[in-house]
């Protein structure tokens, strides 16, 4: 691109020496379509999904106290909704089913976008 700036396109300023560059006008892209915005590269983009059983306070001295065998109470009640998070934030609710052997979750709530844009804040 540097190479494309001629001598004609570089002026010394006469007080301090310093020079000043012109460049050509910016084109429109025509690749662009019909108005129309491509936003699939977005699919690409990995989002971090946490199922969340429930959660717990303990103190240094009951985690180290903790075994094989231990049971950790949770805050959640036994049959109350998981929260699933992406990127940490709410977005949906739902219960534990079994898929081919493998844990799986089966939505029962989504949060509205008003509910998610309310938690940014």
């Known amino acids: 691109m540097a190479d494309s700036v001629t001598k004609e396109d570089v002026r010394d300023d006469e007080e301090g ?3 000043g560059a012109s460049f050509e006008e910016l084109k429109k892209d025509e690749s662009a ?17 946490t199922v969340e059983l ?11 106290q903790l075994g094989q ?17 992406v990127n940490n934030k709410l977005i949906a609710r739902g219960e534990v089913v079994v898929v081919n052997e493998k844990f799986g979750v089966r939505l029962t709530d989504i949060i509205s976008p008003a509910e ?4 940014l804040k």
């Open 17 to 19: 020496g310093t020079q």
């Open 33 to 49: 379509g019909s108005g129309e915005k491509d936003i699939d590269f977005l699919l690409d983009i990995p989002l971090e999904v």
């Open 54 to 64: 429930g959660r717990t306070r303990m103190l240094v001295q009951e985690l180290l």
């Open 69 to 85: 065998g231990s049971v950790i109470e949770l805050e959640k009640l036994a049959g109350e909704p998981m929260e699933i998070l």
């Open 116 to 119: 998610r844009v309310r938690q």
